[in-house]
């Protein structure tokens, strides 16, 4: 009865426009605070408080606002401008050559910021305005430019498999490498998607492939392309964890936008050139600071929030009879999956990515493990779900964000982005009916003895 009561009022609250981490602290406020009164419980209403400050007390998640501001830092400085020049030279010259520089330039972004919003609204303002210049329908831009930016959080590094690592006690430098493989292909499907619309619409090339061109775009993106190398590398030879792999992709994109690009455009005006870098200012880095506080700020009270709604959940074994119930209808690997799959896919139209991780895992994940399903296959699944539902209505922030990037009506955003989830929802049945896209690698890795 109580736990009838916790989640009806969890779902009044969402309806209602209640924010997220406030249903999730407030249900189950509700849940002890009833149950004492009635005697059902003894647990004091106090406990809220304890399990809120103890569900984020974990070091990797000071993975979050590092990664967080490094991709904010990369969007202000304008590193992301580089990237995307170094995307026109390398595949500009391809027919309908803008979608896939798109698509590349996201795949190189992925390996920095982890989110697919900074994506969207760093690199898809550069990309939706040069596409529009170009030629191109706004709504495939502003479509091609949501379904690249999914790819994000699925290469590493990845907030959201980040706090999927700490919910499911999974190693998070498995869940990074395992998700390099299935980005890859992401952006593969999309690229041969953009490939069939330039061959059925006649577009052709928007840019001739010079040698020279791409050499002094490498060279002036070079620092910033080592970026998911260093990071990755690092973490596989064991050099760092992810968290300090987190903060030293902050203090590199601090010291790129500061003192190299400085140093480069005093180089430049002393030969008389035109400075070509931006430079960071104080009131750019105060602003980018805030900005981080402000969205770590929120991450972190969804993840307390849905910490307290969990143990609930765990201490009155509803987890155990809905893993039994889930049993009885998806007895092998494949059915539960399927299932998981619709059922993720109509989540993440209603919840936000990092509440659903934080909510669903410890549901989800024990029952997973009884059919032989791998942790890390199983993470990299719940993810590419819950990026897709970025793109769907009523939540999808990926939506909100372009409208306001592009200038559409977010009616126009969504009918643009229908289209795309087609190349992400075979990607989808693809890493879930062949669990090697997604274990070889790491498991490759750990054989020879770097993971």
Same mark, same amino acid.
């Given at each position: 009865?109580?736990?009838?009561?916790?989640?009806?009022? #969890?779902?009044?609250?969402?309806?209602?426009?209640?924010? !997220?981490?406030?249903?999730?602290?407030?249900?189950?406020?509700?849940?002890?605070?009833?149950?004492?009164? @009635?005697?059902?419980? @003894?647990? $004091?209403?106090?406990?809220?408080?304890?399990?809120?400050?103890?569900?984020?007390?974990?070091? $990797? #998640?000071?993975?979050?606002?590092?990664?967080?501001?490094?991709?904010?830092?990369?969007?202000?400085?304008?590193?992301?401008?580089?990237?995307?020049?170094?995307?026109?030279?390398?595949?500009?010259?391809?027919?309908?050559?803008?979608?896939?520089?798109?698509?590349?330039?996201?795949?190189?972004?992925?390996?920095?910021?982890?989110?697919?919003?900074?994506?969207?609204?760093?690199?898809?303002?550069?990309?939706?305005?040069?596409?529009?210049?170009?030629?191109?329908?706004?709504?495939?831009?502003?479509?091609? @430019?949501?379904?690249?930016?999914?790819?994000? $959080? !699925?290469?590493?590094?990845?907030?959201?498999?980040? &706090?999927?690592?700490?919910?499911?006690?999974?190693?998070?430098?498995?869940?990074?490498?395992?998700?390099?493989?299935?980005?890859?292909?992401?952006?593969?499907?999309?690229?041969?998607?953009?490939?069939?619309?330039?061959?059925?619409?006649? !577009?052709?090339?928007?840019?001739?492939?010079?040698?020279?061109?791409?050499?002094?775009?490498?060279?002036?993106?070079?620092?910033?392309?080592?970026?998911?190398?260093?990071?990755?590398?690092?973490?596989?030879?064991?050099?760092?964890?992810?968290?300090?792999?987190?903060?030293?992709?902050?203090?590199?994109?601090?010291?790129?936008?500061?003192?190299?690009?400085?140093?480069?455009?005093?180089?430049?005006?002393?030969?008389?050139?035109?400075?070509?870098?931006?430079?960071?200012?104080?009131?750019?880095?105060?602003?980018?600071?805030?900005?981080?506080?402000?969205? @770590?700020?929120?991450?972190?009270?969804?993840?307390?929030?849905?910490?307290?709604?969990?143990?609930?959940?765990?201490?009155?074994?509803?987890?155990?009879?809905?893993?039994?119930?889930?049993?009885?209808?998806?007895?092998?690997?494949?059915?539960?999956?399927?299932?998981?799959?619709?059922?993720?896919?109509?989540?993440?139209?209603?919840?936000?990515?990092?509440?659903?991780?934080?909510?669903?895992?410890?549901?989800?994940?024990?029952?997973?493990?009884?059919?032989?399903?791998?942790?890390?296959?199983?993470?990299?699944?719940?993810? #590419?779900?819950?990026? &897709?539902?970025?793109?769907?209505?009523?939540?999808?922030?990926?939506?909100?964000?372009?409208?306001?990037?592009?200038? !559409?009506?977010?009616?126009?955003?969504?009918?643009?982005?229908?289209?795309?989830?087609?190349?992400?929802?075979?990607?989808?049945?693809?890493?879930?009916?062949?669990?090697?896209?997604?274990?070889?690698?790491?498991?490759?890795?750990?054989?020879?003895?770097?993971?």
């Amino acid at each position: 009865m109580l736990i009838t009561l916790m989640l009806v009022a #969890l779902l009044v609250m969402i309806v209602i426009g209640v924010p !997220i981490a406030v249903a999730l602290a407030g249900s189950s406020l509700l849940f002890l605070f009833v149950g004492n009164l @009635t005697g059902e419980i @003894t647990t $004091p209403v106090i406990t809220v408080i304890h399990r809120m400050v103890n569900g984020v007390d974990s070091f $990797p #998640l000071l993975a979050v606002p590092f990664f967080i501001m490094a991709g904010n830092l990369m969007n202000s400085a304008g590193i992301t401008k580089q990237i995307y020049d170094f995307a026109v030279a390398a595949v500009g010259w391809l027919r309908g050559g803008l979608g896939h520089v798109n698509v590349a330039g996201s795949v190189i972004f992925a390996g920095m910021s982890g989110t697919a919003v900074a994506d969207a609204g760093g690199l898809g303002t550069i990309e939706i305005k040069a596409m529009r210049d170009h030629g191109y329908d706004t709504k495939f831009a502003v479509g091609l @430019t949501a379904a690249s930016s999914t790819i994000g $959080p !699925i290469i590493p590094p990845s907030l959201p498999l980040v &706090i999927y690592g700490v919910v499911a006690n999974a190693s998070i430098n498995a869940l990074f490498v395992a998700g390099i493989i299935p980005g890859l292909i992401m952006a593969l499907f999309m690229s041969a998607t953009v490939a069939l619309y330039a061959h059925h619409y006649g !577009i052709g090339r928007d840019a001739r492939f010079e040698l020279g061109r791409l050499g002094r775009s490498f060279l002036n993106a070079f620092l910033p392309l080592l970026t998911p190398a260093i990071i990755i590398g690092g973490m596989s030879f064991g050099l760092f964890t992810p968290t300090e792999a987190a903060v030293f992709a902050c203090a590199y994109a601090l010291l790129l936008s500061t003192v190299i690009h400085r140093s480069f455009n005093l180089v430049l005006a002393a030969r008389g050139q035109r400075p070509r870098y931006s430079v960071l200012s104080l009131r750019q880095f105060i602003r980018v600071t805030m900005d981080t506080i402000e969205t @770590t700020a929120v991450v972190l009270l969804i993840v307390a929030g849905a910490s307290i709604f969990g143990w609930v959940l765990t201490t009155t074994r509803t987890t155990d009879a809905l893993g039994e119930w889930i049993i009885t209808y998806a007895a092998d690997p494949i059915t539960f999956l399927l299932l998981v799959n619709v059922f993720l896919l109509i989540v993440g139209c209603f919840m936000e990515t990092i509440a659903a991780i934080t909510i669903l895992t410890p549901v989800l994940l024990p029952v997973a493990i009884k059919l032989g399903i791998d942790p890390v296959h199983f993470g990299l699944i719940m993810v #590419l779900n819950l990026m &897709i539902g970025l793109l769907t209505p009523p939540v999808g922030m990926v939506l909100y964000v372009l409208t306001r990037v592009a200038k !559409i009506s977010f009616e126009e955003c969504m009918k643009a982005c229908a289209p795309w989830l087609v190349p992400l929802l075979l990607v989808l049945l693809l890493i879930t009916f062949v669990p090697e896209t997604v274990l070889w690698l790491p498991r490759f890795l750990k054989e020879i003895g770097y993971l």
